[in-house]
């Protein structure tokens, strides 16, 4: 089951306009009113973009929420990872440690750093359906690591666009003057294009020692986490070695673990996974990866993720990601 940091709640909370009520949300998730701030403490990712949507839809002013939530965010409240994000020696430094280290944060956010046109991509992928709470949270986000990244360089920082993937709810101005560039809905990313320039510029209170101290506690964070929920991405990887072979089924992925059927299927269960959705993922991975790295038919990358035909693959990748295999491909390739 995919999570996120508690702190995005409070952050939520602390923005909504006089007179929402919210108390009942907060216990719908589990969370006492009166509670403290603890950027380790997660909640389900579905029942936060629910959480988010509810409050959205309540207060007055709800258009305008996500990019107030994500302008109160200061990277002191991020806890260590916060701390790195600082102390490293640039912005460029600060985006990669979000890449290696951001699930510290949560496992429904990954950011990748990646090339494109007149710039470079700081792209957030998060894991959901697409849910409208989960558009209101991508927004938030956004407009975090738009006012960390001013917080922490030393020169102006002004991202040269934004992009969503999800059409505008409502006047595009209003976004426009939040970020003070041009934003774009309805693309295949949700990502800030940043500068060159940008990225090299020194941080604030950059300093290496630092950042390495903060690295090794956060790659310790890290190794935790692996630890307590290592059996999904165990099963995914069994799952992908065998696709070629056709769709593995939950027996014979057991079977490969050392584990019985009903134990595989009790302990994933436990973490909030269903067998069906693992081997989900685990196609889209795959199919991911041998779109952006080799020159595969598409009908060769069907076969290869355990599809009879291209069109089924073609329909199953469109449901996942959102565009077709081949736009897909074309994005990797132009990035």
Not at 101 to 115: C, F, I, K, N
Not at 191 to 210: C, F, K, M, Q, R
């Given at each position: 089951?995919?999570?996120?940091?508690?702190?995005?709640?409070?952050?939520?909370?602390?923005?909504?306009?006089?007179?929402?009520?919210?108390?009942?949300?907060?216990e719908?998730l589990?969370?006492?009113?009166?509670?403290?701030v603890?950027?380790k403490?997660?909640v389900?990712?579905?029942?936060?973009?629910?959480?988010?949507e509810?409050l959205?839809?309540r207060?007055?002013?709800?258009?305008?929420?996500?990019?107030?939530?994500?302008?109160?965010m200061?990277?002191?409240?991020?806890?260590?990872?916060?701390l790195?994000?600082k102390?490293?020696?640039?912005?460029?430094?600060?985006y990669?440690?979000?890449?290696?280290?951001?699930?510290?944060?949560?496992?429904?956010?990954?950011?990748s750093?990646?090339?494109?046109?007149?710039?470079?991509?700081?792209?957030?992928?998060?894991?959901?359906d697409?849910?409208?709470?989960m558009?209101?949270?991508?927004?938030?986000?956004?407009?975090?690591?738009?006012?960390?990244?001013?917080e922490?360089s030393t020169e102006p920082?002004?991202?040269?666009?934004?992009?969503?993937?999800?059409?505008?709810?409502?006047?595009?101005?209003?976004y426009?003057a939040?970020?003070?560039?041009?934003?774009?809905?309805?693309?295949?990313?949700d990502?800030?294009?940043?500068s060159?320039e940008?990225?090299d510029?020194?941080n604030?209170?950059?300093?290496?020692?630092?950042?390495?101290f903060?690295d090794?506690?956060?790659?310790?964070?890290?190794?935790?986490?692996t630890?307590?929920?290592?059996?999904?991405?165990?099963?995914?990887?069994?799952?992908?070695n065998?696709?070629?072979?056709?769709?593995?089924?939950l027996?014979?992925?057991?079977?490969?673990?050392?584990?019985?059927?009903r134990?595989l299927?009790?302990?994933?269960?436990?973490?909030?996974h269903?067998?069906q959705?693992?081997v989900?993922?685990?196609?889209?991975?795959?199919?991911?990866?041998?779109?952006r790295?080799?020159d595969y038919?598409?009908a060769?990358?069907a076969?290869?993720?355990?599809?009879?035909?291209?069109?089924?693959?073609?329909r199953?990748?469109?449901?996942?990601?959102?565009?077709t295999?081949?736009?897909?491909?074309?994005?990797?390739?132009?990035?």
């Amino acid at each position: 089951m995919s999570q996120i940091t508690s702190l995005y709640v409070h952050k939520v909370l602390s923005q909504a306009s006089p007179g929402v009520e919210t108390r009942d949300l907060l216990e719908a998730l589990g969370m006492e009113p009166d509670g403290l701030v603890d950027p380790k403490l997660m909640v389900s990712a579905d029942r936060y973009y629910e959480f988010f949507e509810t409050l959205v839809a309540r207060d007055p002013n709800g258009l305008t929420l996500p990019l107030r939530i994500g302008a109160a965010m200061r990277s002191d409240e991020y806890g260590a990872f916060g701390l790195a994000w600082k102390s490293a020696p640039n912005l460029r430094g600060s985006y990669m440690r979000s890449e290696r280290y951001g699930h510290v944060l949560g496992s429904a956010e990954t950011y990748s750093l990646q090339r494109g046109d007149g710039g470079w991509f700081f792209n957030l992928d998060k894991a959901g359906d697409g849910q409208p709470g989960m558009q209101l949270s991508n927004e938030a986000s956004m407009s975090a690591v738009d006012v960390i990244s001013k917080e922490v360089s030393t020169e102006p920082f002004m991202p040269l666009a934004v992009f969503f993937k999800h059409a505008p709810r409502g006047d595009v101005a209003v976004y426009e003057a939040h970020f003070g560039c041009p934003v774009h809905f309805e693309t295949d990313r949700d990502a800030l294009l940043v500068s060159e320039e940008s990225l090299d510029v020194p941080n604030t209170l950059g300093d290496e020692t630092i950042a390495r101290f903060f690295d090794r506690h956060l790659e310790s964070e890290l190794a935790s986490l692996t630890e307590e929920d290592g059996l999904e991405p165990r099963v995914r990887r069994a799952v992908a070695n065998m696709l070629s072979e056709g769709v593995p089924t939950l027996s014979s992925i057991a079977t490969d673990l050392g584990l019985g059927s009903r134990t595989l299927q009790r302990r994933l269960t436990e973490q909030g996974h269903s067998f069906q959705s693992v081997v989900d993922a685990a196609r889209h991975d795959l199919a991911r990866q041998l779109l952006r790295e080799t020159d595969y038919s598409l009908a060769e990358i069907a076969f290869l993720t355990g599809f009879s035909e291209q069109s089924g693959f073609t329909r199953a990748f469109k449901r996942w990601a959102g565009q077709t295999p081949r736009s897909y491909r074309l994005a990797a390739s132009t990035g």
